[in-house]
């Protein structure tokens, strides 16, 4: 059964053993092949279960094309076996890592989430795949890994529709000048992202610079202190979408990634970085500033991940940075809602250090 025919089963509420019912434990090709027919299998856990169905499912589950989403009406639950899951949501407020709390409305958050990942399957199944084999590897091994998937991604129908459906957009001019600007004094450089004009939109002439500056500081141990913020009224609005279907092949593509990764670059220094963040930060302006030792915002400063709509993960590292800040499934969350979330969730989950506007002068926010 093809995921565009398994909706449907997206959406049974299966407790832990029922699962392992249905699927024999795992002995049943069949039954295994039923479920994971669908891109995403989601496990009620609010009505108590033993620990050894639930690792028993996730270790079954684990090396499949699944999303496994565990949900708990009864609040947060503690215990090895949830680790496995893809994504936890509960009710309540305030729950800890690995959970996502939904107060109230955790069966529209579900179902929101569901939708989300039927509209664009392969990429939602990668992702969660990719952040499990991530948080065994390290950072620039997990930013390698990712290259590979997006470049395979690329070559999926959801990338194919989405490029086809900008397809009459007219591609604003490309810039002519530096849009990073580099200043030192004393033992502190100011590396500031300047295309305030797009909301400092990251494309390939972004990322070159950037990481030009970040392999001069690793180059340089006189340089105490990095400071990284962008000019106007965002700190980068993610890649330049003009950019987006002009890529060489994608293998040619993964190549470039590597060798010129302005994530990797900066993973080096990271202990140097810290990075002042306002405005939308989409895409890369969330994923390159997780891999700085500190990262402050502006209370108003929104985080959004949108890849996964596009049919793409996310590609300027996000999948090796933001699940070192907030883990793994916090990350698989908020990737693959696709939903923006606040400068005080973003706290307190530890994407960002901290929030403090005098940071800010009126003018860079209303540029």
């Known amino acids: 059964m093809g ?15 029922e699962l392992l019912s249905f699927i024999a434990g ?27 169905d639930m690792l028993r499912i996730t270790k079954l589950l684990s090396t499949m094309p699944v999303v496994l989403i565990g949900i708990s009406h009864s609040g947060p639950i503690d215990g090895s076996a949830i680790v496995g899951l893809d994504v936890a949501l509960c009710s309540g407020v305030d729950a800890s890592s690995p959970w996502v709390s939904c107060g109230n409305e955790l069966d529209e958050t579900l179902s929101a989430l569901i939708a989300a990942i039927e509209a664009s399957p392969e990429a939602s199944v990668a992702l969660g795949q990719l952040l499990r084999v991530g948080e065994q590897s390290s950072a620039s091994e997990a930013v390698i890994a990712e290259s590979w998937v997006y470049s395979l991604l690329q070559g999926g129908d959801t990338y194919s529709r989405w490029l086809e459906s900008r397809s009459t957009r007219t591609p604003r001019p490309r810039p002519d000048n530096s849009v990073v600007i580099v200043r030192r004094s004393e033992d502190v450089l100011s590396i500031t992202l300047d295309r305030p004009e797009v909301h400092n ?5 972004m990322r070159d610079e950037l990481v030009e500056a970040f392999r001069l500081v690793d180059a340089d141990p006189t340089i105490a202190k990095v400071m990284l913020r962008g000019t106007g ?12 279907g002009t890529a060489p092949a994608p293998v040619m593509a993964h190549s470039v990634r590597t060798s010129r990764n302005a994530g990797i670059a900066l993973a080096a220094i990271a202990d140097r970085v810290e990075v002042v963040v306002h405005g939308n930060c989409v ?17 108003r400063t929104s985080f959004l991940l949108p890849e996964i ?6 590609g300027a590292g996000g999948t090796s940075s933001i699940p070192r800040r907030i883990g793994r499934h916090r990350t698989a969350y908020f990737g693959l809602s696709g939903l923006p979330i606040t400068a005080q969730t973003a706290l307190s989950w530890g ?11 009126t003018a860079e926010m209303a540029r």
């Open 3 to 17: 995921w565009g025919q398994a909706g449907a089963l997206m959406t049974v509420l299966r407790s832990p053993s």
């Open 283 to 299: 895409g890369a302006g969330v994923e390159l500033p997780a891999f700085a030792s500190r990262v402050v915002a502006h209370s």
């Open 26 to 52: 795992g002995l049943d090709d069949t039954a295994l092949g039923v479920v994971v027919g669908s891109p995403a299998v989601v496990v009620d856990l609010s009505k108590g279960f033993e620990i050894q």
């Open 201 to 205: 939109a990251y494309g390939t002439r």
């Open 309 to 314: 709509a596009m049919g793409l993960v996310p």
């Open 351 to 361: 994407l960002i250090d901290a929030i403090d506007n005098s940071r800010f002068e």
């Open 233 to 244: 009224p965002s700190f980068c609005s993610g890649g330049d979408l003009d950019e987006f």
